[in-house]
């Protein structure tokens, strides 16, 4: 059970990245979180895993206050808590069994991980982590030998290698094109349903998102505008998410836009960049 | 990585009008600028400041061009015919087929070797070292901005002190021979060789030492599974240069008494034997081309 509750982040820079945002989502759940770029997406899932800590408001996980934790308690917490990056960030010249092995590190502590001593049960979980993405004929390749698809599947594995509580996927598709997309957005989907756990993607693709997760939630400008099932995305609710910039009263039109916007991302709504 | 473009505002150049601008293309020997003349001035001026002190002097006996070529062309001769110092260095009996044989390596081969085994050690000693030193002096692994500063400083500090000044201290610690040599490889490469390790361990990815930071994996795990496996290539790489390095250094070593070819290097030229000088010089350069194919055909395998 994952409790947003009145998160608001302004960065040292002054930008209020968070305006409020505030969300309840149950194990097994799937949520997609979409939005335009800047509209606090990653920030959000960056706040649920202690990379970011909030400026006001609190986040739970099972009970356990993240935001209130300090440095070390957060790095036990991450130990349940896997994450995927849209640019895998696997570590590139290590075979792919290693990287996924990594998500037992935190369970594998001391002198014996250093030297590379996981003992059976570990690596048995790496394995079957391995097996459901389907990947288990590529252990021992180079995480540089996989292709785009297979290396963003070895990090769904590193991710569920953690028995996580929650996985946090931060575009996990971006980088991929429209056919991988979809594959690997199904085996993410599969992966977590399979296992019951609580899962939330920040994705850009809308149609995808709506194929695979049974409930959306639409952010623009740090504040939640629509949380909901996939199929009440009418063409209003995604003009409040991506084209706000209708609903401001004239004058205050240009202002508003420029102010809200990250100024490298003024132009296109649609930006895919993260 | 997302680091801010700074540019430092230089002012334009005065604006010329695009007539002008195509009448100083089409010239075909650009006018030089007042700024240009300059320069050429003071290069020169600086140039002939140095060859002030650099030109030979009465002592070299040395009138033009011609002497000097005689001077070298003497001196060759003096080399020839070459003489290598086929003097047994050391004598090992081994039992074969039930006989005794007596193994003896030439002089020059054993020194040569000794060099070698120098320059391994020496480049081992400088590993184990550069390793933790590095960590403290790369930016994104150094525990504190206070302790990356004064350790790039004393890194800094080591590499001004040459090799041979090195070896003449601990020569001087530890008495003449290899042991003395080995110690100043080690210090004469600790600068460098800390230095581009430390340069190699800045260059790595961020993004994945962060993702493995995500899993709730320690600092100290996340340093051997994600740092080290990035600047390994790089290290070990660095690493066979130094070798490298280490053993044309090595044979330079011996001119202060600290062990391997420079020992004979420094014995013929002070008695004069040309000849036997030119036969150390070959077996130098030979060993030292084998070693340098050795270790650029090693290097490759790890890139």
New interface residues.
């Given amino acids: 059970m994952l409790e947003i509750n009145n998160v608001r982040v302004v960065y040292p820079n002054g930008n209020e990245a968070i305006k409020s945002v505030s969300l309840t989502a149950k194990a097994g759940e799937l949520v997609a979180i979409i939005g335009r770029s800047g509209a606090g997406k990653s920030t959000l899932l960056r706040c649920i ?1 202690g ?1 970011q800590p909030v400026t006001e408001g609190t986040i739970t996980l099972d009970g356990e206050i993240i935001t209130a934790m300090n440095k070390k308690e957060i ?9 995927i ?1 849209q ?1 895998y ?6 075979p792919a069994i ?1 990287n996924v092995l ?2 037992r ?2 369970y594998n ?1 001391g002198l014996k ?2 030297v590379g001593y996981f003992n059976r049960a570990h690596r048995e979980i790496a394995l079957k982590s391995l097996e459901r993405v389907n990947l288990l004929h590529r252990a021992n390749f180079r995480a540089d030998r996989l292709s785009g698809g297979e290396k963003q599947r070895v ?1 769904i594995a ?1 991710a569920i290698a ?1 028995e996580p509580k929650i996985i946090l996927a931060d575009e996990p598709v971006a980088s991929l094109d429209p056919e991988l997309s979809v594959q690997v957005m199904s085996d993410l989907a599969r992966v977590a349903r399979e296992l019951g756990v609580l899962t939330i993607i920040n994705i850009h693709q809308v149609e995808l998102a709506k194929m695979f997760c049974d409930r959306m939630v639409g952010i623009a400008r740090g504040v939640v505008v629509y949380d909901g099932a996939p199929d009440g995305l009418s063409e209003h609710v995604l003009d409040q998410i991506y084209r706000w910039e209708k609903f401001l009263p004239k004058e205050e039109h240009h202002h508003e836009a420029n102010q809200a916007l990250r100024p490298d991302l003024a132009h296109g709504a649609m930006s895919t960049a993260n | 990585m997302t680091t801010s473009t700074q540019t430092a505002a230089k002012p334009l150049p005065a604006p010329i009008s695009p007539e002008e601008l195509r009448a100083r293309m089409l010239r075909p020997i650009p006018t030089p600028s007042l700024r240009g003349v300059l320069i050429f001035v003071a290069v020169m001026t600086v140039l002939a400041w140095a060859w002030s002190a650099s030109r030979p002097t009465a002592i070299n006996r040395v009138e033009g061009i011609g002497d000097i070529l005689g001077a070298m062309g003497d001196l060759i001769g003096r080399m020839f015919p070459i003489n290598f110092e086929f003097a047994r260095g050391t004598e090992n009996t081994i039992t074969l087929f039930g006989r005794e044989m007596v193994i003896g390596w030439p002089l020059i081969i054993t020194a040569t070797i000794e060099t070698v085994q120098m320059a391994i050690i020496g480049t081992l000693g400088a590993v184990i070292f550069s390793v933790p030193v590095s960590l403290l002096a790369a930016r994104n692994t150094s525990p504190h901005p206070i302790i990356y500063q004064s350790v790039r400083f004393v890194l800094n500090f080591m590499r001004s002190i040459p090799e041979l000044i090195w070896a003449i201290l601990f020569v001087a610690g530890v008495g003449f021979g290899a042991f003395a040599g080995v110690l100043a490889l080690v210090f004469g490469s600790l600068g460098s060789l800390a230095r581009i390790y430390a340069e190699a361990i800045e260059q790595i ?1 961020p ?2 030492v ?9 600092g ?2 996340a340093f ?3 740092v080290i ?2 600047a ?2 790089l290290l070990i790489s660095y690493s066979i240069i130094f070798f490298e390095s280490n053993v044309r250094h090595a044979t330079i070593l011996g001119l202060v008494g600290a062990g391997g070819l420079g020992v004979k290097l420094w014995e013929y030229t002070g008695l004069g034997d040309y000849q036997r000088l030119m036969g150390t010089i070959v077996v130098l350069v030979v060993a030292v081309t084998i070693i340098d194919r050795f270790s650029s055909w090693l290097r490759q395998r790890f890139i």
């Fill in positions: 895993n990379l790095q036990a917490e991450r130990a349940k808590i896997g994450f990056w640019e960030n696997l570590v590139e010249r290590l290693t990594m998500g590190l935190a502590p991980s250093l990090s590193r953690q | 990815d993004q994945q962060l993702a493995v930071r995500a899993t709730g994996a320690s100290v795990q051997v599974y994600a496996p990035q390994l290539p």
